[in-house]
């Protein structure tokens, strides 16, 4: 990783977590308050929270980790199961944060956050999910997912320079709520020059079999999205993109946590995709700050 990743965030260290075979790569930061764990989604980075870790580190202690798989964390041949990333992340919290933290998981991220809390109550004491898939083991073949892991897959199985990549990445083609011809990534909008760039790298680093195991369904195998929010105990915010926007986060996601778990906050963006804060970071910001300021008051 290039040093200037770290340059713009002063008093940041990166470091290596071994966990057992799999050496787990992350950044913690200065000590200004209780720890806040942010994980990102599939085919990502910890780099990918750069808009929301200057603001959120005034309060809180930032742990950011690349899953296996991804960023500069140990690829595993086939190795992405939904068990396999949530023990690695359960070695990151009782390894490197040492005790209760809040959670903030993008997609993927909030997924295992989820299993965790439901498995192991004691290492998380507040989850934001952010957008992330709660009953739904797949993608609806109408959503755009599909078409969009199959074209970063391929994509990341091939060495390409970082300009190379972000061409790739433009080029892809995306069914598009509304629109019967498939569109490019790169004529939608918050996909400018600038965020290819900043997305081509993730891909670079990413193990083209995180892709495939989400794809074929192996990832999500064990599943049960409804038993994991019934055990879950602690305070949750959902994040919900707009479902006209590509949302993975349904009503019925929405309607079964509201059901199931007994502290639950929802907010709905409805100009937002998918992408949430990569594609503008003040409206979750301040969601994810007024929630944790309930928390923090609650413990008072």
Known sequence: MSQSDLRQFPGFQEKILQAGHVSLNYVVGPQNGPPLVLVHGLGRRWQV???????????WQIFAPDLRGHGGSTHVSRGYGGAQYAN??????????????????????????LRIAAHHP???????????????????????YPSLFAGLRDLAAQDLLLEQMAD???????????????????????????????????????DPDTYQMTLD???FEEWNGESL????????????????????MSDA???????LVRDVTHVRFSTLGHALYIQQPEPIIRAVNEFL??????RA
């Open 49 to 59: 929270f750069h808009e929301l870790i200057p603001p959120l580190s005034n309060d």
């Open 88 to 113: 690695d992340i359960v070695a990151f919290l009782t390894g490197c944060v040492k005790g209760p933290a809040v959670f903030l998981g993008h997609s993927l991220g909030g997924m295992i956050g």
């Open 122 to 144: 004691e290492l998380i004491s507040a989850l934001v999910l952010g957008d992330s898939m709660l009953l739904s083991k797949g993608f609806h073949p109408d959503s755009m």
């Open 168 to 206: 790739g990445l433009s080029r892809i083609k995306l069914k598009v709520p509304g629109l019967k011809e498939k569109v490019c990534i790169g004529d939608l909008p918050g996909n400018d020059r600038t965020a290819l760039l900043r997305w081509a790298p993730c891909v670079m680093q990413a």
């Open 217 to 219: 369904g192996s990832s």
């Open 229 to 248: 929010l019934a055990q879950a105990r602690c305070p949750i915010l959902l994040l919900q993109a707009s479902p006209e926007l590509g949302a993975l």
């Open 253 to 259: 996601d929405v309607a079964a946590a509201k059901r």
């Open 293 to 298: 300021a309930r928390i923090v008051m609650r």
